[in-house]
């Protein structure tokens, strides 16, 4: 039985950061776009890359990792009061970097990324989904894997 909930733990971090490495891709092309075919400054780009990736990996973990039937709004807000307060700590940090410590864009955005990655699963697994993990898989399902 404990080893059944080490392996099903152990293939939800591996989700986790595959999906946040997806993520991840779309907020560097995002960030990577803006930086090259607009004017904005480094943090505005980091903002909206962060912002369309924020969507993509809770969408994607809410149903396939976490496989959480909760209250999606109610999901979303709690997601929504974490990026209250990782975004801006995120965004001061990345233009701190690059505008004061003259660190490049990418090493930057790197770095609030791992930063992101760790912090927000255990936040997800948590306090987002905590009680309501695997709540939208079948209870037969559920037994016959703890079998």
């Known amino acids: 039985m ?11 971090i591996v989700k986790f950061v595959l999906f946040s490495a997806s993520a991840g891709l779309i907020q560097a092309s995002t960030i990577a776009l803006l930086e090259n ?3 904005l400054p480094s943090w505005a780009c980091y903002l909206c890359g962060l912002v369309l990736s924020v969507l993509w990996n809770f969408t994607l973990n ?15 807000a709690k997601v929504a009061a974490y990026y209250a307060v ?9 233009k701190l ?4 410590c003259g660190w490049h864009p990418a090493l930057a ?10 912090t927000e699963f255990l936040y997800q697994r948590f306090v987002v989904f905590g009680r309501s993990i695997d709540t939208a898989v ?6 016959m894997s703890e079998e």
């Open 37 to 39: 075919f607009t004017g």
């Open 109 to 118: 955005d790197g770095l609030a990324m791992l930063t992101n990655l760790v």
């Open 138 to 143: 079948p209870k037969e399902k559920r037994e």
């Open 97 to 100: 970097l690059t505008e004061q």
């Open 86 to 94: 990782f975004t801006p700590l995120s965004t001061w940090g990345v």
């Open 2 to 12: 404990e080893q059944v909930r080490k392996s099903r733990e152990a293939l939800r």
């Open 62 to 76: 809410r149903k396939f990792t976490f496989q959480s039937a909760n209250n999606v709004p109610i999901a979303m």
